[in-house]
């Protein structure tokens, strides 16, 4: 049940390459000696390991003297998306009608880096991701899991975003803080595909255009309407949305974008609904 308080909406933004108009990674890199890491570092990388493979980044820039300062910067300076900047004045015009999360596999230290010089950390309400911390003792940035999960989606290790949302809202509802009437979720990567199975027929899922969880949605998508129509359905695609079935829960919209004055122009058409 809603409460008077609620907002009417959460908005679920990811950081790296949705946000910041870059991967934070790549621009640590950029830090290093010759502004690059060295071949044999950038081959340890495993899939599902992000954390691992960030504190021997960490501590390689420690070994070669590279101050806090200058990853600090390299970070903090990644551009913004195209039409980030609209769409943020645009969540900000909308008062405490939304309420805005980042929710990222990325760490705190980036995060908050990139949203305080870019003065947009009072928009977000919290930041659901990796803990980090500045260890002076060391040199270098440490990093611990968000948490530990069993998703069999492939989520990376330290983090299943779909457990996050879900837990997220479990916890306002214990807390007797409300429902959202509806979730926008603005992503652009493969880890933000899984978080979509959280959402309802009420609720949109932002895919970045041509990034991969654009294209992977997409192909589950075709696969899923071929497999309705043949059991005699209707294909429910138009101008240019995409909805997805999702068994007994129902549909959820998902629109692709490339600017976020994409998302501000959809977003309207559902916010200003009487």
């Known amino acids: 049940m809603a409460v008077p308080d609620c907002p009417d909406s959460l908005v679920v933004f990811d950081f790296d390459e949705t946000l910041a108009n870059e991967s934070s990674d790549d621009a640590v890199a950029r830090a290093a000696p010759g502004g690059k890491l060295p071949d044999w570092l950038t081959s340890q990388y495993r899939d599902g390991q992000y954390n691992e493979q960030m504190q021997r980044v960490m501590a390689y820039l420690a070994q070669q003297g590279v101050p806090e300062s200058s990853i600090r910067q390299q970070v903090a300076h990644i551009p913004e998306t195209p039409g980030l900047t609209p769409l943020l004045n645009y969540l900000r015009s909308l008062g405490n009608r939304v309420d805005c999360v980042v929710m990222s596999d990325a760490n ?57 949302i879900r837990d997220f809202l479990e916890r306002r509802s214990q807390q007797g803080k409300g429902q959202y009437r509806r979730v926008f979720y603005v992503g652009d990567g493969a880890n933000d595909v899984c978080p979509c199975l959280a959402l309802g027929q009420s609720d949109v899922a932002f895919a970045r255009r041509d990034f991969p969880m654009h294209r992977i949605l997409t192909q589950e998508t075709h696969t899923l ?49 009487k």
């Open 225 to 273: 309407i071929h497999t309705h129509k043949e059991r005699g359905g209707e294909e429910k695609m138009r101008d240019g949305e995409i909805e997805r079935e999702r068994g007994g829960e129902g549909m959820v919209t998902v629109h692709p974008w490339s600017s976020g004055e994409d998302i501000v122009k959809f977003m309207k058409t559902i916010m200003e609904e």
């Open 108 to 164: 705190s230290y980036f995060i908050e880096a990139w949203l305080s010089h870019h003065k947009a950390r009072p928009l977000f309400s919290q930041i659901f991701t990796n803990p980090s911390h500045w260890d002076e003792a060391s040199r270098g940035l440490v990093i611990a899991n968000h948490h530990a999960h069993s998703c069999a989606r492939g989520c990376p290790d330290n983090m299943c975003k779909q457990k996050v």
